[in-house]
């Protein structure tokens, strides 16, 4: 087994890198890595229902779709990610606890009573501190989880609390629960990166074959072309969400606005205002501008500045209109 420690902290080239190593590496593989703060949704979510977008926006915080299913997840420095990558196919049951019984093995021998519960959590004193996915392709199975140690819980609050009022879809959407901290639980104190190097240690020492390995120029230089090609997009990462329904309802000086877009595949395919506001003409050459434009805000703030809103609304400026759309 190839053991990988990343010290990349770019949530891009960290996904990027997970793919690349399934595609690439004919050994199995074990990663140990961490991102600076960034949302990461499943592939099968939709990413504006899973995350505050106004939080997200205001802190600069990167959103990427990773390949495998699950909820969203919050990533800084104080969460260390790991990845197994094996041999296996789609007959292969999906096998939680053969992945993480290693961390629970750790964490046991450093005296915390980390368990093992429902699908795919590991838990301590019943609060969850790692969420668990898996994705198989090509032969191949990609087994990856989130360990909390010292992350930021406020942030993590933060970030993925969207408003449910605003969407109507058939979208996964991630379960909520109580978490904890592993560096809460340690009997003595013990940094990160110090945890990070006990859990390659016992894993290395459980795998007779275990090498480290480390990116070479060539590995990073092809991670930093599929990262730029396909992580970093809006199309994969915003994109690649199914169908949904969007409503927002705003105050403005000219009164309450509401926006009903219906949403697919990151497109905007129908839009429709409603409210008490006024109007020198009918909103339809408004909504029609917004027609086939992708559900973002540089986009709409595009649409709208070519759009007759001035011409059409009372005391509603484009800026505000905007505020409705997102």
């Known amino acids: 087994m190839l053991c990988i420690i990343r010290h990349e902290t770019d949530p891009y080239f960290n996904l990027a890198a997970e793919e690349y190593v399934m595609e690439h590496f004919d050994r199995d593989c074990f990663m140990l890595w961490r991102n600076a703060p960034a949302v990461i949704v499943g592939r099968h979510q939709n990413t504006l229902a ?15 779709r990773r390949m495998s299913g699950g909820g969203a997840v919050f990533h800084d420095l104080g969460n260390l990610n790991f990845t197994f990558v094996v041999r296996g196919d789609h007959n292969t049951d999906l096998d939680f606890r053969r992945f993480t019984r290693p961390i629970l093995a750790t964490l046991q021998g450093l005296g915390v009573d980390a368990r093992f519960e429902g699908r795919n959590d590991l838990t301590i004193d019943g609060r969850k501190f790692s969420g668990n996915a898996e994705y198989i392709r090509h032969g191949r199975v990609l087994h990856h989880g989130t360990l909390l140690f010292s992350a930021q819980m406020a942030d993590v609050a933060e970030a993925l609390r969207p408003d449910p009022a605003k969407f109507a879809d058939k979208a996964v959407k991630s379960v909520r629960g109580r978490v904890t901290n592993i560096s809460e639980h340690l009997p003595r104190p013990m940094t990160v990166l110090e945890f990070r190097d006990c859990l390659l240690d016992n894993v290395m020492m459980a795998t007779p074959d275990a090498e480290r390995y480390p990116f070479n120029d060539d590995d990073r230089a092809a991670i930093e072309r599929l990262r730029d090609a396909k992580y970093a997009t809006w199309e994969w990462n915003y994109g690649r969400s199914p169908a949904y329904n969007f409503s927002k309802r705003v105050r403005t000086p000219g009164g309450t606005v509401e ?18 506001f006024f109007t020198r003409r009918d909103p339809a050459d408004v909504e029609t501008a917004l027609v086939g434009a992708p559900h973002r ?11 007759p809103v001035a011409e059409t609304f009372v005391n509603v400026n484009a800026e505000e209109l905007l505020s409705v759309l997102h």
């Open 50 to 64: 899973e995350i505050n977008a106004e939080y997200v926006r205001e802190h600069n915080i990167p959103v990427v």
């Open 259 to 276: 926006a009903a877009l219906e949403v697919d595949a990151g497109i905007i395919r129908a839009a429709r205002f409603y409210g008490d």
């Open 297 to 307: 805000q540089d986009e709409l703030r595009a649409r709208l500045a070519v759009a």
